[in-house]
Structure formats: structure tokens, C-alpha cells
């Protein structure tokens, strides 16, 4: 995934996805994507069929009674080489993003994101394999 971890901003692929996230979920996602560009990332997980993103959250919620949600977003990434695309879920604390969450639909994923397109998703299941 570019750039490695240990860069302290979200990249463009992080901030496009969290900005779909909040597109999709307007009300729950209030005033979040005012703080995509703020937000520091803490760590890079690629795991071959997906990849996490965690994020620093802000000193004012250390210790606050949590309130998490999760949520996901009408669109997916489309990707050459990806049959069936890429999925998003962002899990948030106190509407701060903690978790950045991207799926595969069970193929294998390098992280590579270039030329990726966010899309409606289909409202058909997935077509068979042939």
C-alpha cells in the first residue's frame, strides 16, 4: 500500500474512501469528513485480501463513555485486476474514525490502489463464476 506506514496523514486512497463513507452516511458521518485531513495514522495492516488502517484519536475522547458505530458506503472500489472490487467500512469512536476497513470479495490483493474508481455498488448478489 503506498505510501508505507509511518506517513502521519491518511494518503489519497485512505481520504477518498472515508469522504465515500461519509457521502453515504451523511447524517451518522456529521462534521467527519471536516477531519479526514487532520487525522494521523498509527498503522498500515496488509493482509493479502484486505487491508486496516488505524487511526490516533483525539486526547478529548480518551476516557469519554464510548460510543462506536460502524459504517459502510454505497459505492466500492473498482480496481483493474479485481474481479469483484474492493468493500469499505470505517468504524468510528465518539464519530472520530478509529478503524479504516477495505475487503476483497475473497480474491487476493497486493494493496496496490492506482486507477481505482469508487462505484455504485451492484444491487444484484454477485454473478456466478463461469
Known sequence: MNPE??????????????????RSNPAKARGLADRIPDLIVLSRELTGKGCFTIFALPDLIRGAASVRSTLGSNEEIALPGLKFGLGILAFLEQGFPHLLEVYTHGEAWNGEWEGFRLVPKPTAPFPEEQ
Open 5 to 22: 506506514p509511518g506517513d502521519s496523514a491518511p494518503n489519497a486512497f485512505e481520504a477518498a474512501l472515508l469522504e465515500s463513507v461519509c
